[in-house]
């Protein structure tokens, strides 16, 4: 097959972007945030001044939490981006003590409330899936957990939501902390089990690099898992130190793992969207989308003109030395050509 064939038997690729990427943040040291609070709309705003940038995943309730669905749609329409994706808040404060597991059954109601009201709030947007980031779903010290109540909480809780929204699909996004010290759904395998528990075909995972790379995955292989069983529903990318969820530009660190990863995802015919989920705390948000997407792009012309049979070879062969020439030396000349414009 010639790189040409190669080039047209793939869709362009669709890039987007948490909603979050394009907001000021603060944390427990600079409490008065770095940067004015940004509405949900001013974020929109700023995410259609980025190149190529056409989806994104918006949290609910909008923020500051007043902003109407009408208002929301004018203003992507506006910017020509479409939702992929909404992420209900249920990890707030007063779900401090767990959203899907909170102790208290009417705290619990809550939770599942919300989701499900951002749920009907995704059908109206036309959104791709729901995702579940249950930050606080987890524990913090030996002996505080029943872990047995905890996964059957957690497994109850999205199944419910699964069963009430048929037409709607669920993305579970696993981390391994943060801010539970530990979390239910931290890691590739115990999502994947979890799901398989919960015994319906319209919840699936959504697969951040980040939280793949800090949890000791191989975020390429966690892919593969995911895949293999149908479930990987959607990802984020973004890069960091391996001991955090730094939420760095994509490929600032783990350059060449994730190009691995986009080279998985691609290879297994995967065609969903390449979404970015970085923090820019002291960086421009424009442009440090318009960097990722810069990246994502050198990976993508970079798989064009990947030697695959020569790297099948390699693989077979399980060649180390002779696979990653390859690999690099597709890498090297796509970032050289993407960087020089
Ligand atoms: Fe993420
Ligand atoms: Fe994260």
Redesign the pocket.
Known sequence: MSDQDRIEIHPEPVYGAGIWHFATYVDRYATDGYGEPRTVLDAIKLAGAVDDLAVVDLNWPFPPGNVSTAEVKDALAEEGLRAIAVTPEFYTGKFAKGGFTNPDPAVRRQAIELVAGSAEVGRELGVDYVKLWPGQDGYDYPFQADYTDLWDKSVDAVRELALAFPDLRFAIEY?PREPRNRMVFSSMARTLLAIEDMAVDNVGVLL?F??SLYGGETPAEAARMAIARNRLFAIDVNDNFRGW?D?MVVGSVHLLETFEFFFALRDAGWDGVWQL?QFPFREDSVEAATAGIRTMRAFHHALDHLDRDALAAAQSAQDALRAQRIAKRALYRALAESESV
């Open positions: 981390k951040d980040g939280h969820d939420d989920d």
